[in-house]
């Protein structure tokens, strides 16, 4: 069992910066990929990046790519999302979720937590 909690979402202006955090409890997140991915109004969720179990191997959305970047520390069971050059369009509620494999599917991911609300104003 993993429970997930983010946090570091908030309000910004276009071009800025935001840091997501993803704290994980439970044994078994060192084994688990973990992945972000976000939900707008009206619209689907959507992945946005993923992460291997161990770090080696990373994956991103192409509308995110070069702005975004994934990282974990299985030391402090934590996944982040440093979002930089942010658009208007970035915003959503931001999730992250572990699962078997690091898949931009979202049913590839068992555990997710609630969510962080990300404002990028223009």
């Known amino acids: 069992q993993v429970q997930l909690v983010e946090s570091g979402g908030g309000l910004v202006q276009a071009g800025g910066s935001l840091r997501l955090s993803c704290a994980a409890s439970?044994?078994?997140?060192?084994?688990?990929?973990t992945g972000w991915f976000r939900q707008a109004p009206g619209k689907e969720r959507e992945f946005v990046a993923a992460i291997s179990r161990n770090g080696g191997n990373t994956y991103y959305a192409d509308s995110v790519k070069g702005r975004f970047t994934i990282s974990r520390d299985n030391a402090k069971n934590t996944v982040y999302l440093q979002m930089n050059s942010l658009k208007p369009e970035d915003t959503a509620v931001y999730y992250c979720a572990a699962g078997g494999l690091a898949i931009p599917n979202p049913s590839g991911y068992a555990y997710w937590g609630q969510g962080t609300q990300v404002t990028v104003s223009s």
């Open positions: 439970g044994r078994t997140f060192s084994s688990a990929a």
